[in-house]
């Protein structure tokens, strides 16, 4: 597994572990594994990779088993993440949410716009 | 490039009379407060979750009604949620209207002129002068809406708030807009202070009703 590591900024004093974000080709789909916090110091990070990704491949799963939080600027990046993967034509879904992370996404609404399935697709 | 406040404060301004138009004063002062907040989250000042709002960082960033705020937040430790927030910056819903103006006025987007109405009463109109970002703003707005595509930030903040204070009505016809509704719904439920500012809004019109009928 190829592993790519985005950190807080060292600036902002926190926890410079709070998102790992992983990222693997499996069975022609390429995960992006996001874990620990999607928020504002973050959320850049995870858009990001997910541009990144977009630009590179035509399906795109993004694993949120690990994520423990994700806070508005978190969900932007996710939403950002699906856009580039449209404007590339890219398939995109969102996949293994945790429980916290299902309920912010059905408060806003998320699964009118992406694609989120319990598990992976590979 | 405009805040999103300024985008909402112009989509006001009537561009043949120069007055500005709000439907619903309330639900516009609710709207100016929203989009307040959402130039914070764009300038990565503050995140919120689905009720409180969390301040990042509060060195300022040169302007004024964003950085009056960000003291505020950063001093008002008592007021914690997106609801707190909305309502007190509804209190300065004519604040942030006039910054937004002077600003727009600042950068000849808008002009300032002091007509006389029958000889002798003042009358304040603002003609848009700079017809790009007027035309931009609109069209954004009904880009978003009409497509089926993925929205930006900045797209979902403004269509969600321009709907809260019913200013679509402006841009799209209402067949466009009824044609529209469910996508509409679906972008201004994506965030939470638009959908604080939704709520705050019914509030406000539940309040008003209240009085109404009590008063018979």
Redesign the interface.
């Known amino acids: 597994m190829e592993t790519t590591w985005y950190k807080g900024n060292d600036k902002t004093g926190y926890d410079k572990t709070m998102l790992d974000i992983t990222t693997a080709e499996q069975s022609g789909w390429f995960v992006v594994k996001a874990a620990g916090r999607a928020d504002a110091v973050t959320a850049q990070s995870l858009e990001d990779a997910l541009q990144a990704a977009a630009g590179e491949h035509q399906k795109i799963a993004l694993d949120l088993s690990g994520l423990a939080y994700i806070s508005s600027a978190g969900l932007r990046s996710v939403l950002q993440g699906a856009r580039a993967a449209q404007t590339n034509n890219a398939e995109y879904v969102v996949c293994s949410c945790t429980p916290p992370v299902l309920k912010v996404f059905e408060m806003s609404g998320m699964q009118n716009v992406l694609r989120i399935l319990k598990g992976l697709p590979c | 490039m405009l805040t999103v406040l300024e985008e909402i404060v112009l989509l006001t301004v009537d561009e043949k009379t120069g007055k500005l138009r709000s439907p619903k004063n309330y639900a516009t002062a609710n709207a100016l407060a929203g989009a307040l907040f959402f130039d914070l989250?764009l300038a990565?000042k503050?995140?919120?979750?689905?009720e409180n709002i969390?301040l990042?960082?509060s060195t300022p960033v040169g302007n004024s009604v964003t950085d009056y705020f960000l003291k505020q937040i950063s001093e008002q430790k008592d007021l914690t949620t997106v609801r707190d927030w909305i309502e007190e910056g509804f209190q300065h819903s004519q604040y942030l209207e006039e910054e937004a103006l002077r600003s727009m006025v600042d950068r000849g987007i808008l002009k300032h002129q002091i007509e006389k109405k029958l000889w002798v009463i003042d009358v304040d109109r603002l003609r848009v002068i700079d017809h790009h970002e007027y035309q931009e703003v609109k069209l954004r707005l009904a880009q978003t809406i009409l497509s089926d595509?993925?929205?930006?930030?900045r797209d979902?903040m403004l269509v969600s708030l321009a709907s809260a204070c019913g200013l679509l009505g402006y841009v799209l016809n209402e067949h466009e807009i009824e044609a529209r509704k469910d996508r509409i719904q679906?972008i201004m439920?994506?965030?939470?202070?638009s959908?604080q500012v939704v709520e705050a809004i019914a509030d406000r019109e539940q309040q008003i009703y209240t009085a109404i009928n009590s008063s018979f």
Request: hydrophobic share 35%; glycine share 4%.
């Open positions: 989250a990565k503050i995140d919120t979750d689905t969390q990042i960082d595509v993925i929205p930006g930030t979902i679906t439920n994506l965030e939470t202070i959908r």
